[in-house]
């Protein structure tokens, strides 16, 4: 079983940053691929981000490829998102989420592949 909490969300202009952390409770983080995603209101949960086991491989959506960087401290049980030049399209709930893998370099891309889920921090971006 993992907890996950997120926090970091806010509101901020266009081009800011902000850096989302998710904690995980429990001393199995390490086995985890971690992801993270989006919902904006009246929207389908999307891919936002993830990363392996490791940390070894990423993967990002087209939509935030090189604006945001998906990293995790396995000492810390944490996963960061660290977000800049935030547009007018990124606002939306962010969660993160864990999935239990075997592979080190596995990358899960898709919301069914991860088996906990945080309660979502949310991420306004005014312009």
């Known amino acids: 079983q993992v907890q996950l909490v997120e926090s970091g969300g806010g509101l901020v202009q266009t081009g800011d940053s902000l850096r989302l952390s998710c904690v995980a409770s429990g001393r199995t983080f390490s086995s985890y691929a971690m992801g993270w995603f989006r919902q904006a209101p009246g929207k389908e949960r999307e891919f936002v981000a993830a990363?392996?086991?490791?940390?070894?491989?990423?993967r990002y959506a087209d939509s935030v490829k090189g604006r945001f960087t998906i990293s995790r401290d396995n000492a810390k049980n944490t996963v960061y998102l660290q977000m800049n030049s935030l547009k007018s399209e990124d606002p939306a709930v962010y969660y993160c989420?864990?999935?239990?893998?075997?592979?080190?370099?596995?990358?899960?891309?898709?919301?069914?592949?991860?088996?906990?889920w945080g309660q979502g921090t949310q991420v306004t971006v005014s312009s």
């Open positions: 989420a864990a999935s239990a893998v075997v592979l080190q370099a596995t990358v899960m891309l898709a919301s069914k592949e991860y088996n906990y």
């Open positions: 990363i392996s086991k490791s940390g070894g491989r990423t």
